[in-house]
C-alpha cells in the first residue's frame, strides 16, 4: 500500500508542475493531433533560434512550461461540447503556443535589460 500512496503524491505533484503535459490526456489525442503539435513546435523553435543559441537551458525549460500551457488551454476548449474535438484542439494549441512563448521571451529579454 505505501508504494500507490507514493506513485499517487507523485503524480499529483507532477499534474501541479507547469512544465509537463498530462500524459494522460496527450494520449487521447490522434495521430494527426499530435503531428501538429510537432510541427506548430517545430516552427515554433525555428522562428526562435537566435534565443535557443543564447541559452539553452532557459530556452527548453520555457519551452517546455509554454507548451504544457497551450495544450491545457488547447484541451480544455476541445471539451467543451460545441468543440470539434482535435480540430479545437490543433487551432488553440497553434494559436497560443507562440504567443505564450513570445511573451516568454519578452519578458526574458526585458528582465536581462533591467539588470
Same mark, same amino acid.
Given at each position: ?6 506513485? /499517487? &503524491? ?10 509537463? +503535459?498530462?500524459?494522460?490526456? *496527450?494520449? /487521447? +489525442? ?14 515554433? *523553435? %525555428?522562428?526562435?533560434?537566435?534565443? !535557443? ?19 491545457? *488551454? ?8 460545441? &468543440?470539434?474535438?482535435?480540430? /479545437?484542439? *490543433? ?5 497560443? !503556443?507562440? %504567443? ?13 535589460? &533591467?539588470?
Amino acid at each position: 500500500m505505501p508504494n500507490k500512496g507514493r506513485a /499517487t &503524491a507523485a503524480n499529483a505533484h507532477a499534474q501541479a508542475r507547469e512544465d509537463i +503535459l498530462n500524459p494522460h490526456a *496527450i494520449s /487521447t +489525442l490522434s495521430a494527426g493531433a499530435v503531428s501538429a503539435m510537432s510541427a506548430v513546435g517545430a516552427a515554433v *523553435i %525555428k522562428k526562435n533560434k537566435a534565443a !535557443l543559441s543564447e541559452n539553452a537551458d532557459w530556452f527548453w525549460h520555457m519551452f517546455a512550461k509554454c507548451e504544457a500551457k497551450a495544450a491545457r *488551454i488547447a484541451e480544455q476548449a476541445a471539451r467543451n461540447p460545441d &468543440a470539434c474535438g482535435d480540430a /479545437t484542439f *490543433i487551432e488553440l494549441y497553434a494559436k497560443n !503556443l507562440p %504567443k505564450l512563448m513570445a511573451s516568454a521571451l519578452e519578458a526574458h529579454e526585458k528582465a536581462l535589460r &533591467a539588470k
